[in-house]
């Protein structure tokens, strides 16, 4: 009798073993998928994006508009200093050289 309560046994308790190795390896992938999922976030969170229950949340940096104005100018000048116009020929004559012995614009003397 002792043999045959062994055999039957025996399944069972080999099934309560499988069962416990696929609870342990089940939980140890849950609690590395929670720890990636955590450094995920605290990552996303420095860069202004963060996760609720409502969906996902971007925040925008606060510029001004002067800051704007600013940026904007910056970007225009940088253009125009480094920008030229070779064959650039002016119908009023600015930009050309003076011939000799003429006065430059802005030298000659008012007389009253």
């Known amino acids: 009798m002792a043999k045959s309560a062994l055999g039957s ?3 069972l308790v080999i099934t309560f073993i499988l069962l416990a190795v696929v609870a342990v390896v089940g939980f140890v992938a849950y609690q590395i998928a929670c720890d990636v999922a955590d450094k995920t976030s ?3 969170e420095k860069k202004n994006v963060s996760f609720s229950k409502d969906g996902l949340k971007v925040g925008v940096k606060e510029v001004s508009a002067e800051q704007v104005g600013d940026s904007t100018q910056n970007v225009l000048m940088k253009a125009w200093n480094t920008s030229s116009w070779p064959a ?4 009023l004559g600015w930009g050309s050289a003076s011939p000799a012995g ?5 030298s000659e003397k008012r007389k009253p």
Request: glycine share 6%; net charge positive.
């Open 102 to 106: 003429s006065p430059v614009a802005g």
């Open 9 to 11: 046994i025996l399944p």
């Open 88 to 91: 650039y020929q002016s119908k």
């Open 42 to 44: 605290k990552k996303m």
